[in-house]
């Protein structure tokens, strides 16, 4: 009897959450970003970054606890110093940055608990361009990129909501006439989606 009454209690917080879904339909969402990047190889050189920003826009569709989008972003970080791997310290540096911009599609899963709150699951793949410039000497490469993420949501009403959460973005290793390895960022996103 007490696994029955346990079934029908998750069966009607489930439908109580998904009852505070959004609309379903399309939607435009636009993104800003509080970037950590990782520190990259320059092949026998570190690079030390400082955190950065950065900015993305997207359009997708929701269909009841899934959407799918396609997105764009950029992000920016400031090269801080550099320095030889097998050294601790680095060379501080006046002029340099890293900027990563994407071009992805992008899945979400929402899971909606109560009063509008919910939290989601993300996973995306496209593909990436990577610039590096140092005391104006520049390069940049192309490649396959992919991130992770997951966070929460608040629907504002019928049509607007909230998201904030977390993603891992990374990239091929970037050919600049040197190598540039471990291009990858930890990022803190907030977006407002607007569904039509």
């Known amino acids: 009897m007490k696994k029955v009454l346990a079934a029908f209690a998750v069966s ?23 970037a950590m990047p990782g520190d990259p190889e320059i092949e026998y050189l570190n690079v030390e970054s400082d955190d950065g920003y950065g900015f993305g826009g997207a359009i997708g569709m929701a269909m009841n606890m899934f959407r799918i989008e396609a997105e764009i972003a950029t992000q920016k970080t400031d090269v801080d110093a550099l320095g030889v791997v ?3 310290t680095g060379v501080p540096v006046e002029s340099g940055d890293i900027r990563i911009t994407t071009y992805m599609i992008n899945g979400y899963f929402d899971l909606p608990l109560s009063g509008g709150f919910g939290l989601y699951a993300t996973g995306g ?11 104006n000497v520049d390069g940049d490469d192309s490649g396959f990129a992919w991130k992770v993420g997951a966070g ?19 990239m091929d290793d970037a050919d600049m006439d040197v190598e540039v390895t471990d291009l990858y960022s930890n990022n803190i996103v907030a977006s407002f989606r607007y569904t039509f």
């Open 12 to 34: 009607g917080l489930i439908l109580a959450g998904t009852s505070c879904l959004a609309a379903e339909g399309m939607y435009v969402k636009g993104s800003v970003k509080y």
């Open 86 to 88: 097998w050294e601790n």
């Open 125 to 135: 793949l496209g593909y990436g361009t990577t610039t590096l410039s140092v005391y």
């Open 152 to 170: 929460a949501f608040y629907e504002i009403n019928p049509n607007l909501a909230l998201d904030v959460g977390w993603e891992y973005v990374t």
